[in-house]
């Protein structure tokens, strides 16, 4: 396929109005990609976001858009509850699918899909690219040329803190700024596992391979939150400790919490008998890794390692632009489809790392470790 690829957007929620609408619409993509629809199920919502951002139609039904919307691909950026369901559709409608964070809910689901898109030789490509960021393929590398010795234990996760209720674009009066977050707290698809430290996931298995087995212990601490002056019931679990196991005696905590952390922010931590990787540090001391100088002259040094990703590049790194790396995964799709290059953002990993969440669910539930079933 040498033309642009349509591109829908499904969902015009946070994610979409600080992150991918902004980095879709500018012009130099016009040569490979074309935002051509978007919907969202808050009136008004999809038609304020395709005016401002160009985008040639709006939808209120998904639905719609798969029929009418003139797309070859769609990237699903709904509550993850909907994922599914909606990357079914996508798939029996023939079109090419970049899944945000998280794939699907269960490995049923995920196998489902993928076995879907093989038939109907469909492209899907699942955030998030964790290995494609030059310091974690650095630390990999590390890790193989014994730079820790040999490798004892690991650890990873994130903590939800109040991030969510807390964004800007959700504290306005209008239906761009003031999107709801209460779908993070709830089930289906709601907690931290799901929505950040699938992101620790992503990098610790990319690092180490998959894991075999998982224990766990895990609830819901945080009954309610507030969001502006309404409270929120919250179901989701909220509060996970995993521990992995990924062979000969080699393990990994992992979490997903209300609140607190003990690793530099989704960065891992790899100790082993001569050395420690934590964070971005060997042995205490910052390690190199291709583009780290030019990395490290951004505002941040989170933001310029996402300059270090393929795509962006040129005004992908202008001020204000976000979520650079669900640009990154969007771009891996289109390159896929425009020309055959399959990308390392693989829907089998993201279902092992749905595997490992969806187990270790399991696994507190039952208090019986669970054997893992899938690879990649």
């Known amino acids: 396929m040498s033309k642009a690829v349509r591109v829908g957007v499904v969902g015009a929620g946070s994610i979409a109005l600080r992150g991918i609408l902004p980095h879709l619409a500018m012009e130099d993509l016009s040569d490979r ?10 009136a008004g919502r999809a ?15 998904y639905d719609d858009l798969l029929k009418h919307g003139d797309v070859d691909a769609v990237t699903i950026a709904s509550p993850i509850g909907l994922h599914y369901e909606q990357g079914k559709k996508a798939l029996e409608s ?21 076995e879907t898109a093989r038939r109907k030789n469909l492209r899907v490509v699942v955030s998030p690219g964790e290995m494609l960021r030059p310091h974690n393929q650095q630390i990999k590398k590390l890790i193989a040329d014994g730079a820790l010795g040999t490798l004892v234990w690991a650890a990873c996760g994130a903590a939800f803190g109040q991030y969510h209720e807390k964004e800007s674009i959700r504290q306005g009066g209008d239906v761009l700024s003031n999107v709801d977050p209460s779908w993070y707290y709830r089930k289906p698809g709601g907690g931290p596992l799901y929505d950040m430290t699938v992101y ?22 945080i009954k309610e939150r507030e969001f502006r002056g309404q409270m929120v019931r919250c179901d ?12 000969d005696n080699m393990y990994a905590m992992a979490y997903g919490t209300a609140a607190g952390r003990v690793t530099e922010g989704f960065h891992g931590s790899y100790f082993g008998t001569s050395g420690q990787i934590v964070g971005l540090t060997l ?4 390690f190199d890794y291709p583009g780290a100088d030019f990395a490290r002259t951004a505002p941040t ?15 992908h790194r202008s001020q204000g632009t976000q979520e650079h790396h669900v640009y990154e995964d969007i771009m ?8 055959g290059k399959p990308s390392v953002a693989t829907a089998e990993h993201g279902r092992h790392v749905v595997e490992i969440i969806e187990c270790g669910y399991r696994a507190a539930e039952t208090g019986v470790t669970q054997t893992l079933t899938t690879t990649f």
């Open 236 to 247: 989701a679990d909220d509060n996970t400790i995993m521990v992995l196991d990924f062979g």
């Open 94 to 114: 023939g079109k090419h699918i970049h899944f945000n964070k998280t794939m699907t809910t269960t490995v049923a689901e995920a196998t489902d899909l993928i």
């Open 283 to 286: 042995n205490g001391e910052p």
């Open 33 to 42: 990609l074309t935002l051509q629809a978007v919907c969202d199920p808050v």
């Open 301 to 315: 040094l989170n933001q310029g390692n996402q300059w270090l990703l393929p795509h962006v590049v040129g005004p």
């Open 332 to 339: 891996q799709l289109v390159d896929w489809v425009r020309e």
């Open 47 to 61: 038609e304020a976001a395709a005016e401002k951002f160009g985008v040639e139609r709006a939808f209120i039904e």
């Open 200 to 221: 620790a996931l992503h990098a610790l298995t990319g690092i180490l391979g998959p894991a075999k087995r998982v224990t766990s212990m895990s609830g819901t601490r």
